[in-house]
């Protein structure tokens, strides 16, 4: 099994920063892509920004230039730097990741229990 434990929400003013981790656990062999999600009320869940085990990078239109993702392979932590924050950034983020399990047991998505990011003066 692999867990995913998200760190780094809160409350910030328009314009505002925050840093957003995941970091994951568990017996694996290899985490692939991982990537942040994000999901406003009433709205259908939506990708942010992802990154594969090489750090090549895919953003969405709304947060390119404001947003960055990285990843610490030797931590199994991926980040998400956010700047200048809308109020339409306000959701709850979710990070995944695509994993490899031992011998191929347990191989696929997990997901983690999501942060709430709200940005509001």
């Known amino acids: 099994q692999v867990q995913l434990v998200e760190s780094g929400g809160g409350l910030v003013q328009p314009g505002g920063s925050l840093k957003l981790s995941c970091a994951a656990s568990?017996?694996?062999?290899?985490?692939?892509?991982m990537g942040w999600y994000r999901q406003a009320p009433g709205k259908e869940r939506e990708l942010v920004a992802s990154?594969?085990?090489?750090?090549?990078?895919t953003y969405a239109d709304s947060v390119k230039g404001r947003f960055t993702i990285a990843r610490d392979n030797a931590r199994n932590t991926v980040f998400l730097q956010m700047i200048s924050l809308k109020s339409e950034d306000t959701a709850v983020y979710y990070c995944?990741?695509?994993?490899?399990?031992?011998?191929?047991?347990?191989?696929?998505?997990?997901w983690g229990q999501g942060t709430q990011v709200t940005v509001s003066s």
């Open positions: 995944n990741a695509d994993v490899t399990g031992l011998l191929g047991v347990g191989s696929g998505v997990y």
């Open positions: 990154i594969t085990s090489g750090s090549s990078t």
């Open positions: 568990g017996s694996f062999f290899s985490i692939n892509a």
